[in-house]
């Protein structure tokens, strides 16, 4: 299910807090324009909140924006922040700036899914989406890597204009936990994977 919507006119609601999840060297005080509400109700384990369809549905431009995804503690009529539980947050996802996030859910629950502008340049006309479950990526796991196509030895490098850039995104990856072959820590980030065919030579992914 898609929206579109516009939030030009709205305003901030300081009782709610600034998002966790804002990149540490920005200014506490920004990520703080205009934010609007909406709701859904879950159908599974996991839901999808976008606003990446945005530039694609509107025009817009200017949408860098955040997510923030909570239910409430005791359902009714009590919105305080005191009731409110985040689920979930979320900023630069996609282009753009704008916020994607895939949140656990308990079926039937109401969830709301707080949308705001990083600052009023950003405020405007978006469009967000709820998906369930959320989607996974075709490439999310190493039997179904995407092959990425290289130049024939001796060509010069990599290019676009030939057609061998192969552009993807880890929204919509799962984790993949420890990888055999791969020392260290437990890999705890989203990944999706790709297939290379060797020449002989070495190869420079980039």
Request: hydrophobic share 35%; aromatic share 8%; glycine share 10%.
């Amino acid at each position: 299910t898609s929206v579109t919507a516009d939030n030009t006119l709205a305003t901030w609601d300081a009782q709610y807090p600034t998002a966790a999840c804002r990149k540490a060297s920005q200014d506490p005080t920004e990520y703080n324009a205009g934010d609007v509400w909406f709701s859904f109700v879950a159908t599974g384990a996991d839901a999808q909140v976008s606003a990446c369809t945005t530039t694609t549905l509107t025009g817009q431009v200017h949408g860098d924006s955040l997510l923030q995804i909570y239910h409430q503690s005791v359902p009714g009529p009590d919105f305080s922040n005191s009731n409110m539980v985040l689920d979930a947050c979320a900023d630069d996802s996609c282009s753009g700036g704008l916020s994607e996030v895939c949140v656990a859910t308990t079926s039937g629950t109401t969830y709301y899914a707080r949308f705001w502008a990083f600052s009023p340049v950003s405020q405007g006309k978006f469009a967000i989406s709820v998906n369930c479950p959320c989607p996974i990526a075709s490439n999310d796991i190493c039997s179904t890597a995407i092959a990425v196509p290289h130049n024939n030895d001796g060509d010069p490098g990599w290019g676009d204009p030939t057609g061998r850039l192969v552009l993807g995104a880890t929204s919509q990856a799962t984790t993949d936990g420890n990888i055999t072959g791969c020392p260290g820590a437990a890999n705890t980030a989203k990944g999706v994977w790709y297939t290379i065919i060797g020449t002989g030579n070495r190869v420079l992914l980039n």
